[in-house]
């Protein structure tokens, strides 16, 4: 780093290997607020344009208080509450996973069984039609319900919603 005030010598050098040359740097500054101060009209419109170009553009933001960056998901849920968690899940849980396991653009299939119920969450693609996977997801439970013994439990599709949903869903109740 070379710097002499005296001799109006001012350079730095910079860590890419490139000088700058600060009294450069300085003039063009100047030309700058010189040409801002000589020409206020011009810098006044263009300063209202930019008001009104980013006025507008904020107009057009799409705004939601809490962004939904989950996955697309259809659950299935089954109540059978004469049965513990071992039994809800041999009897209920595993037939509905493996019946789900070879949906087009299935991502992941997570499931919990506790006393007395039974969740199955079939998580998809980004991509993927929620709709379209909920009726991927009830033509093979007409199948499953076949293989469920009866009076166990009845499997149905929990509402539409999203990941987001689930936490809410949770801390509510």
Sequence with gaps: ?????????????????TFINFINFK????????????????????????????SYEFTKLPIDAVPD???????????????????IERLITFPIEQANSNIPGLKEIRSFSRFGLSVVTIVFDDGTDVYWARQQVTERLSAVKDQIPKGIGDPFLAP??????????YVVS
């Design 27 to 54: 003039v063009m500054l100047n030309k700058i607020i010189e040409f801002s101060i000589k020409n206020k009209l011009i810098i006044g419109i263009f300063t209202l344009v930019l008001i009104a170009y980013g």
């Design 160 to 169: 539409v919603t999203t990941g987001l949903g689930e936490i809410y869903q």
């Design 69 to 87: 960056i989950t996955d697309n998901q259809v659950q299935v849920i089954t109540s059978a509450p004469s049965l513990g968690a071992t039994d």
């Design 1 to 17: 780093m070379l710097i002499r005030y005296q001799n109006a010598i001012c350079y730095s050098f910079l860590a890419n290997g």
